[in-house]
């Protein structure tokens, strides 16, 4: 082959080509025309056949002009020019090995098969390039429409997402030959291994890369960087490049991470992580906090690369930890996410190094101390990785407190998201916790107090006996000397026992019973001792220990040494008598010691292994024991967020109660039972997951058949009603009435029910009894369950017997009541209501147990008659008839009880008295009866005849005439029009009324004969004084008001009397609950006494503060009551000291805020109030109210205009308190920089209060707030009125003149037309005394046509700026006026609560 006249130079742009650039440089001679291009490639493909890939040689102008016209040309052609440079490249592959494997290879060989290489390779990947381009193009033109696949495939005559892949396979199979030979010196040159690179790069850059169904061509470029990483020194230029598409390719993170742990794994490529993480880590922290996109490329990539190859990760670390300090946040969270994988994949077990627990408990410090980060994601990211980490067991038990402890913080987060995670922490911790299946405190404190006991007497045992161990021998032996010596006398005197010696001849050495005769005397066994000396001395004769006897001793004191010498050692006197025998001596006295050491050594070793087990015992329950009331108090604030938080929060807490409920933690059920309200949400989310919960908590006991887990599913559902209020019942029965309705609730459960209820089966009262209710709540959904048992229910809880069990029969009336539909009947309902006759059983036991019973001094009989009385108007025919005749016979047996007291009196002027629990008992019935009455006249009656006239106007229009039809044009327009509906009912809405009016309460009728009776009650306290009698006899009252708007205006001066001065609070509440009622039904009469009802929040009873409290939020939320100042009685609530009232308070003004401006139109009033002097409240609280109600103000406009008024109330102000709470109140508004200028404008209306240092802290703090958001604009403004402030703060209003006259800013002219007004407002603030109001005697209206509103924008004043022109219209005159008059002005609070 004839050496070639050029070199292949592989250019940085394909114009480069076309210009001549040194000697011998190839250049493309001519650029074909398209119509050419068909030809001149099927030239190159017989010149391919003949030349093999050399012909590339030849030909490479053919390929560069196809390239260059690529957009130009027919899709065939580029289909055929891809698959015939396959071939071609290919083929050079294929023949590439034998060639370089040819030692006889020339030069010019050389340098032919190099260029085409570099030919055919670049012809290749601008081929490829150029196809990658059209196709992101089309992508980019048609994205998110259809047909996209389509469109690509008739852009290029073929698929080509399908054929990258092979061509990439291609390139990385050329690149794994040796083909650097072909270079001089087998360098290969850069711009080649970046040709092939950069492609790579390229593709990676399409945002469709990252599809699943581009996984194939995604490893293939994978495997191409990973050849050219190991063959090719790759590894700098792929690090930058990867940098650089992190930085502005957000798609690329997790691409870019499988191909680095594939390098890293199965290339051996471990350094390109530690060259990656470094260029991250040396990332100034600033300018990522200017450059989002490219930190969040870094942490993306960080996070993923930490989850796939966390051990080749870790020791690059150190690097990273920099950008913990940064200001970007996410940066933080992958760092973070980083060490928890480490954690969790690495840094695991129980068998790790020094150096490994010491770099795990560095990280887990580093992920506890930013649990208290300043951003929110980051604590949030925080609780997230400890709840990985709890749940993989990677916690050391060490740490469980620390983070338990942590979690349990975070749940006073002001982040939404951080308190969500932080109960997911616990419940994580929960499941996973290592002490206990039940984590009860109370529980667990009895065994932890018990074995800690235990512990304490064990180390002092071994204390003593350490104590005892480092005796001097010389005195233990002094100290049992005494009593050896007693044992010693009286042994002497006796024969020596011969049968000691069978025990000496089974030893075998003299140290033997030396030990053995050293553990008696050890032991206190001075007798054996003694004994086992005597036979030693004549058994072993050659021992010079037991044959040295001196023979001028007596016996005693030889036998009295002997031992002390063997207890001792060698002794003193034995070692200065034989001097020469002290070396043997001394080994002697070494052998004593480490027999003393042996016997004491199996001893002391199980001594050690007993103390260590009591230790780790008392310590596990001393954490079970923390852990547990760290889960108690996580109970308490979770509770409270029940209510206060996201949906999602309270799907998170609803959660938790349910996993420490199955934990069996004593508080859950408190939890329990506070997410029951939650049913009536409106947020499908939260009442769905109460319902899962109930479902998970009581729907699947444990047990072996279907009996035993209905059995005990019964069994959890009665728990949950002892002691449980009205509204949980309420609750409870709506969660069952709709698993009845879903069929939840196994066959099964109601049978055993009704076999509790009729005592089947062996139950206590308190069973059958909530047996019973959860039969009613079940017949919510079900009324058939009891509909088809009437005759049962009645047989068990009415029967005749005594003494009558009226909890029972009770509970039988509420199940009997669900039978039918209770609320109001539709117009459209064909059917008549379900009604029973008046003979029907149920009626007639009802009668005889409430008649019966009415003579009985029983509690219970007064909440039984009541259910009585209205389950007979619900479901009897002409209640009104059995209602009388109980009424009756009660009423006869009263008159029969006082005939026997007259009988039996002696003297005949005294007046007969009836039993109090008689007259309770009477009152009570009547007014129950009045307002069953009222009630089924209102709903039944009236729905009843509205269900007759639909009825009868369908019949008639049926039996119309067709003519009549088309003649009664203008009846059909009111038809359309609604009128003819809307008259009826008014008709029948006045037949009703007039009912009520007239006849019920006349003369003629049985509740009028009651009327005489309950007033001379009321009227008279002091004679009726039994208080049980006085709250029925209100209560009575109350209602009987209800029916007639004449009764009630002639009896609310009584009523309002008797609220004001009962000294019972029973029947004050009693009265509150009742004209609250008044005021909805007759809103005209009540108007003008509502001063008396705000009057009652202040009541020094905390029942009737509460009860109060939830009249008023009912009536002003549903406008039934004119909201004025005195609204400020309700935020004084906000300070009470009983909880329950305070949040009662709280929901209010929460529900207030809702209603427009309503909070915004009262603030005025309620500053006014609580700062005054005479009747507010104390500063501090006065501070935490505002705090509360200034946070509903949220709207700019609301803020400027609060803030003018403000500033113009300190011209109006009296004291320096009021300067103070002014001041307050403008700093905990949420200011701007409009309001600034207001307090500008304004600024001579508090400026001479600035000397006031409570003031000046206040407008200090306004400014700080202001600072903080300001834009650098609205700093000058900000720091012009710093300046004011200081200046008025240190010399007075005059030094600010001063100060405004050199800036040439007279402001002394500002607003002095605001002042007059306010100084009129300062006076109708200051509140007098009011008298008791007069009733207007307009006509009495009804709550439907309460509300005209014009048609004019209402202007916005507050009332304080009104004149009270109402008021004084509603004075009585002096004979209307109660003998006592109620100020309206508030008392010192501390007066009536101490």
């Not at 990332?283 to 930190?295: F, H, T, V």
């Not at 938790?656 to 408190?670: I, K």
Request: net charge negative; aromatic share 6%.
């Amino acid at each position: 082959m004839s050496p070639p006249l050029y070199e292949f130079h592989l250019p940085l742009c394909p114009e480069e080509l076309l210009k001549s650039g040194g000697v011998n440089q190839y250049v493309v001679q001519e650029i074909l025309s398209i119509r050419h291009l068909p030809s001149q490639l099927r030239a190159f493909q017989t010149a391919f056949r003949a030349q093999g890939p050399l012909a590339m040689l030849e030909h490479f102008d053919t390929v560069y002009s196809i390239l260059h016209h690529f957009r130009s040309i027919d899709p065939g052609l580029k289909e055929d020019t891809l698959e015939f440079l396959i071939k071609v490249v290919s083929r050079h592959s294929q023949e590439l090995p034998t060639i370089l494997d040819d030692a006889t290879l020339s030069v010019s060989d050389r340098s032919a098969h190099l260029n085409t290489l570099k030919m055919n390779c670049y012809a290749l990947i601008r081929l490829l390039e150029s196809f990658e381009t059209m196709t992101s193009e089309t992508i980019l033109m048609d994205l998110g429409g259809k047909g996209k696949k389509s469109r690509i495939k008739a852009a290029h005559g073929f698929d080509w997402e399908e054929e990258r892949q092979p061509v990439l396979q291609l390139l990385t199979q050329l690149l794994q030959l040796d083909i650097r030979h072909l270079w001089n010196h087998s360098i290969i040159e850069e711009e080649f291994v970046s040709l092939v690179t950069g492609c790579c790069y390229r593709l990676l850059e399409n945002p469709t890369i990252s599809h699943q169904k581009n996984r194939p061509t995604r490893e293939a470029v994978t495997h191409l960087l990973g050849v050219a990483l190991t063959r090719y020194n790759h590894m700098l230029s792929a690090t930058v490049k990867i940098i650089q598409m992190l930085q502005h390719f957000e798609h690329l993170a997790p691409v870019l991470v499988a191909a680095v742990s594939l390098w890293a794994t199965d290339y051996g490529m471990k350094s390109i992580v530690g060259e990656i993480v470094r260029e991250i880590g040396q990332k100034c922290p600033q300018e990522l906090s200017r450059d989002p996109l490219g930190a969040k490329g870094f942490a993306a990539f960080l996070t993923e690369l930490a989850e796939r190859v966390p051990a080749i990760l870790m020791s690059n670390m150190c690097v990273l930890l920099d950008h913990l300090d940064g200001e970007n946040y996410v940066m933080r969270n992958a760092v973070l996410a980083a060490m928890a994988e480490m954690v969790l994949q690495v840094l695991n077990g129980d068998q790790l190094e020094e150096a490994a627990r010491d770099t795990r408990d560095q990280f887990l410090d580093t992920l506890q101390a930013h649990g208290h980060d300043i951003n929110s994601f980051v604590r949030s990211r925080v609780l997230q990785l400890f709840t990985r980490i709890v749940q993989q067991k990677a916690l050391p038990l060490t740490r469980f407190q620390a983070v338990v402890a942590l979690a349990v913080g975070r749940l006073a987060d002001k982040s939404v998201l951080v308190c969500k995670n932080a109960i997911q922490l616990l419940a994580s911790f929960l499941a996973n916790n290592p002490f206990s299946c039940k984590l009860s405190d109370t529980d667990l404190a009895g065994p932890l107090q018990k074995e800690t006991q235990k512990l304490q007497e064990m180390r002092a045992q071994r204390r003593t006996v350490a104590t005892a161990a480092v005796l001097d021998p010389e005195e233990e032996w002094e100290a049992m000397l005494p009593e050896l010596k007693s044992t010693l006398k009286q042994l002497l005197k006796l024969p020596q026992e011969e049968e000691i010696s069978e025990e000496i001849a089974k030893t075998e050495t003299v140290e033997e019973v030396e030990g053995h005769i050293r553990q008696l005397l050890a032991k206190a066994s001075y007798k054996h001792a003694i004994i086992l000396t005597r036979e030693a001395i004549g058994h072993f004769p050659e021992s010079k220990l037991f044959s040295h006897m001196d023979p001028e001793e007596s016996e005693e004191t030889r036998y009295l040494n002997l031992l002390g010498s063997i207890f001792k050692g060698p002794a003193a006197s034995t070692e200065e008598k034989n001097p020469q025998k002290l070396a043997e001596d001394r080994d002697s006295g070494q052998t004593v010691c480490k027999d003393k050491l042996s016997v004491l050594e199996p001893d002391k070793s199980r001594e050690n292994d007993d103390l260590v087990k009591q230790e780790m015992l008392v310590q596990y329950l001393q954490d079970a024991y923390s852990f547990s009331r760290k889960i108690t108090e996580a109970i308490g604030i979770i509770s409270k967020m029940m209510y206060e938080h996201t949906t999602t929060v309270v799907q998170e807490v609803i959660e938790f109660f349910v996993m420490v409920s199955q934990f069996g933690v004593p508080q859950a059920l408190f939890g329990v039972r506070r997410m029951l309200p939650l049913i009536w949400s409106k947020e499908p989310g939260v009442r769905e997951a109460v319902l899962n919960a109930y479902r998970q908590l009581y729907l699947n006991p444990k047990g072996d058949s279907a009996r035993a887990k209905a059995q005990a599913l019964i069994q959890n559902l009665s728990l949950l009603l002892v002691d449980a209020s009205v509204g949980t019942i309420q609750c409870l029965e709506e969660i069952l009435c709709e698993f009845v309705q879903k069929d939840e609730l196994k066959p099964s459960v109601t049978q055993m029910l009704w076999e509790r209820a009729t005592e089947k089966v062996p139950c206590s009262a308190l069973e059958r009894c909530s047996a019973i209710m959860l039969l009613g709540m079940m017949a919510r959904g079900k009324p058939e369950i009891v509909g088809s048992n009437l005759d049962t229910l009645v047989s068990i809880g009415l029967d005749e017997k005594f003494p009558q069990d009226y909890r029972l029969a009770q509970q039988v009336c509420h199940v009997i009541a669900n039978i039918s539909d209770r609320r109001k009947p539709s117009l459209g309902k064909r059917h008549p209501p379900f009604r029973l006759p008046q003979e029907h059983r149920l009626f007639e036991q009802l009668r005889e147990m409430v008649t019966k019973g009415f003579v009985h001094p029983d509690p219970l009989w007064i909440p039984f008659k009541e259910v009585a009385v209205t389950l007979i108007y619900q479901l009897a025919e002409g209640p009104e008839v059995i209602c009388a005749q109980i009424l009756q016979g009660c009423a006869k047996q009263a008159l029969e009880k006082l005939e026997e007291k007259s009988t039996t009196q002696e003297d005949p002027k005294e007046i007969p008295m009836l039993p109090t629990f008689l007259l309770m008992n009477l009152l009570s019935l009547a007014g129950d009866v009045a307002l069953q009455q009222l009630v089924h006249l209102e709903q039944a009656i009236s729905g009843e005849l509205c269900r007759r006239r639909v009825l009868r106007e369908e019949q008639e229009h049926k039996t119309k005439d067709p003519k009549e039809k088309n003649n009664s044009s203008e009846t059909a327009m009111e038809e359309e029009l609604g009128l003819v509906g809307t008259s009826a009912d008014d008709t029948e809405g006045e037949l009703i009324r007039n009912i009520c009016e007239v006849e019920l309460l006349d003369g003629k009728q049985v509740l009028a004969a009651f009327v005489p009776l309950l007033l001379k009650v009321c009227n008279n306290p002091g004679l009726y004084s039994n208080p049980d009698l006085s709250a029925a006899a209100s209560l009575a009252l109350g209602k009987f008001c209800m029916i007639s708007a004449t009764f009630c205006d002639s009896q609310l001066r009584l009523l309002f009397t008797m609220l004001e001065k009962s000294s019972l609070p029973i029947v004050r509440s009693n009265l509150m609950v009742a004209t609250g009622d008044l005021a909805i039904r007759f809103p005209n009469l009540v108007d003008p006494w509502t001063p008396h009802l705000y009057a009652r929040l202040r009541d020094p009873a905390q029942q009737v503060r509460k009860t109060a409290g939830l009249v008023m939020t009912h009536l002003i939320l549903k406008d039934m009551v004119k909201v004025k100042g005195q609204v400020s009685e309700m935020a004084v609530l906000l300070i009470d000291p009983e909880p329950q009232i305070a949040a009662l308070a709280k929901n209010f003004f929460n529900e207030l805020s809702h209603k427009g401006n309503a909070i915004y139109n009262l603030l005025p009033d309620i500053i006014s109030r609580l700062s005054d002097p005479e009747g507010g409240v104390e500063e501090e609280p006065f501070h935490t109210i505002m705090k509360q109600l200034l946070s509903y103000i949220n709207k700019d406009k609301q803020t400027e205009s609060l803030v003018e008024k403000l500033c113009q109330r300190f011209r109006t102000a009296r004291t320096e308190r009021q300067y103070r709470d002014l001041a307050y109140c403008v700093s905990q508004l949420p200011l701007t920089e409009r309001s600034l200028r207001k307090m500008l404008d304004n600024f001579d209306c508090f400026g001479d209060k600035l000397s006031d240092e409570a003031v000046f802290s206040a407008f200090l703090l306004v400014v700080g707030k202001l600072r903080r958001g300001a834009k650098p604009e609205g700093k000058a403004i900000i720091d012009e009125f710093e300046q004011k402030l200081r200046a008025c703060h240190t010399r007075g209003l005059d030094a600010m003149e001063e100060l405004e006259l050199g800036q040439g800013a007279p402001s002394a002219t500002k607003k002095q037309s605001a002042i007059p007004r306010h100084q009129h407002l300062a006076s109708a603030a200051s509140d007098n005394d009011f008298v008791t109001p007069e009733p207007r005697r307009t006509t009495y209206r009804y709550p439907n046509s309460q509300h005209q509103t014009s048609k004019k924008k209402p202007k916005i004043v507050f009332s304080s700026d009104e004149s009270s022109e109402e008021e004084l219209s509603a004075e009585l005159t002096d004979d209307e006026t109660p003998k006592k008059t109620t100020p309206i002005r508030r008392v010192s609070s501390r007066r009536h609560r101490s």
